[in-house]
């Protein structure tokens, strides 16, 4: 995979120049809410206005170019891989060939480069924004008070260990899908092949019952794989609602003893619920990640 990135470096560097600003810019609009809260007066708001509103709009063009820019290399390396597959099979022998069938080189070129597209590709651009964002989020917190920050620590523990816990049980469900879905395909194809055979010989109900029996495998083992990652979200959601009501309650006893302002206060559930979530996005993409790796 390295060398796949290597060949897009051109591409992978303008998306890393357009990251960083939107890593920063993204977690800093919610001191919009604190600048109009804290407004000395309404001739301010105008102003802070408008400033909130370039930064939302820098924001939403960052994100927007920065994600047609790793779309172009998600592609590239697509196709780059369809490529490698394709020529590496072509040198193949006949003995090598037929170790594996044609269904199973189908779902390689197709499902597999996919599955890899929007698992681990999709995953690994989610790691790099949101993890960034978390950095940002995490300085912003100490810089209104350094008890957030350490809340904050505290709450990224469970996403940071969840993922080894539970890439195991990802792994194994998704390379079970994985041979489910390939073991499907050469059905559908073995059954769409032989219509001829199967009207002359009436053996519909067969092959409707050989069907049924490979789509309730691979539906079965797709349960189990989204099990796992329902899971996994389920649990770090609980978790996420345990910090929410820490951080009220604390926030507010630092208002009322004149540590931090109304404002500070307001900002801080705000970027502690975007840290919360982006916690779980990069715990769950890295658990993914992790999972397919061999």
């Not at 047609?68 to 040198?91: K, P, V």
């Not at 350094?146 to 816990?165: G, K, T």
């Amino acid at each position: 995979m390295k060398l796949y990135f290597e060949k897009e470096w051109k591409l992978c560097a303008l998306f890393a120049l357009v990251t960083l600003p939107l890593a920063f810019l993204a977690p800093y609009k919610s001191y919009v809410i604190q600048w109009l809260i804290d407004a000395e007066s309404a001739s301010e708001i105008p102003r802070l206005l408008g400033v909130g509103g370039l930064i939302f709009l820098s924001v939403f063009l960052l994100e927007w170019l920065g994600r047609n820019i790793f779309a172009r290399i998600n592609t590239s390396i697509a196709r780059a891989m369809r490529e490698d597959l394709i020529e590496g099979t072509l040198c193949y022998d006949l003995g090598e060939f037929k170790q594996n069938t044609v269904g199973s080189y189908v779902s390689q070129i197709t499902n597999d480069i996919t599955a890899i597209q929007n698992e681990f590709l999709t995953s690994l651009y989610n790691i790099t924004l949101y993890g960034g964002m978390l950095v940002c989020s995490l300085i912003f917190l100490y810089r209104i008070h350094p008890l957030m920050l350490l809340i904050a620590v505290i709450m990224a523990i469970f996403p940071a260990v969840m993922p080894h816990v539970f890439a195991r049980f990802l792994k194994k469900t998704r390379s079970d899908f994985s041979q489910e879905n390939a073991d499907y395909v050469t059905t559908g194809k073995d059954i769409l092949q032989g219509f001829e055979t199967l009207r002359s010989f009436g053996a519909e109900a067969e092959a409707k019952l050989r069907h049924s029996a490979a789509a309730t495998s691979l539906s079965n083992a797709e349960l189990r794989y989204s099990k796992v990652i329902n899971c996994n979200i389920a649990m770090t959601s609980f978790v996420g609602q345990i910090v929410f009501y820490s951080v009220l309650a604390i926030g507010i006893t630092l208002v009322f003893k004149g540590n931090i302002s109304i404002g500070d206060d307001l900002i801080v559930r705000e970027i502690q619920f975007c840290t919360f979530v982006v916690c779980i996005t990069v715990a769950i993409c890295t658990a993914i990640i992790i999972s397919k790796q061999k």
